[in-house]
């Protein structure tokens, strides 16, 4: 069936840092690559997507990469600031299913 | 009030228990969805609706019933649930859901179940 898998699982950087996660995929159909931030007992919201015609998409600090060939997308977060804290997951598939989550730490 | 909303945010049940989630998008989408968040686990994509018409059930238990009266309302009626079954059940909505084409989804704040 569909997978999706993140890695990694934990990640602490330095206020100031850049962070990356990556994300690997099983559907090769997928068109959709959405990333979500949730921060501690709040809701997941829309960070950052790409659709599979765009190899890359920027907003300000954050970036999104995407290469269909090797079924993998990254999550890049620049000069990461301590609201950056939060748990990351990336998702995608027919069933948009999600990935596992990773908890970024950025320490001031 | 605006955006995705759900009652109520935290419930206690015992297993032999009836209740009900309640979903509300104000934002005239077309698509709502039902996830399941435990501790340490992904988002479990449970139901989606599209034009309140049921597209997806990932082989999720029947004692967890979804219904969807209209395009702003979604229910998920549960029944002889199990201590496992405790997690954060969140609904989400999306302007369309077309054939795998999926948009940004917009969550409610979940629900916290517990069950004793």
């Known amino acids: 069936g569909e997978n999706v898998e993140q890695h990694p699982s934990t990640l602490s950087v330095q206020e100031g840092d850049s962070a990356v996660i990556k994300c690997t995929y099983s559907?090769?159909?997928?068109?959709?690559f959405p990333w979500y931030k949730q921060e501690l007992g709040k809701r997941p919201q829309l960070i950052i997507d790409i659709r599979s015609n765009v190899g890359e998409k920027k907003d300000q600090r954050i970036a999104v990469t995407l290469n269909k060939t090797a079924k993998h997308f990254s999550l890049h977060i620049t000069e990461t600031q301590p609201e950056d804290s939060a748990v990351y997951f990336c998702?995608?598939?027919?069933?948009?299913?999600f990935g596992q989550g990773t908890e970024l730490s950025v320490k001031p | 009030e605006t955006g995705v909303t759900q009652t109520p945010r935290h419930l206690v049940m015992g297993m032999t228990n009836k209740k009900s989630l309640k979903c509300e998008q104000h934002l005239g989408h077309n698509a709502m969805y039902w996830y399941k968040q435990s501790a340490k686990k992904p988002l479990e994509l449970m139901f989606v609706?599209?034009?309140?018409?049921?597209?997806e059930n990932n082989s999720v238990p029947s004692r967890f019933s979804p219904e969807c009266p209209n395009s702003s309302h979604l229910f998920l009626h549960l029944h002889t649930l199990q201590p496992e079954d405790s997690a954060l059940y969140l609904c989400a909505s999306s302007p369309f859901l077309e054939q795998d084409l999926h948009y940004e989804q917009y969550f409610g704040p979940g629900t916290r179940l517990t069950v004793t």
């Open positions: 609706y599209s034009l309140e018409e049921r597209v």
């Open positions: 998702a995608t598939g027919g069933k948009l299913i």
């Open positions: 559907d090769s159909a997928s068109n959709y």
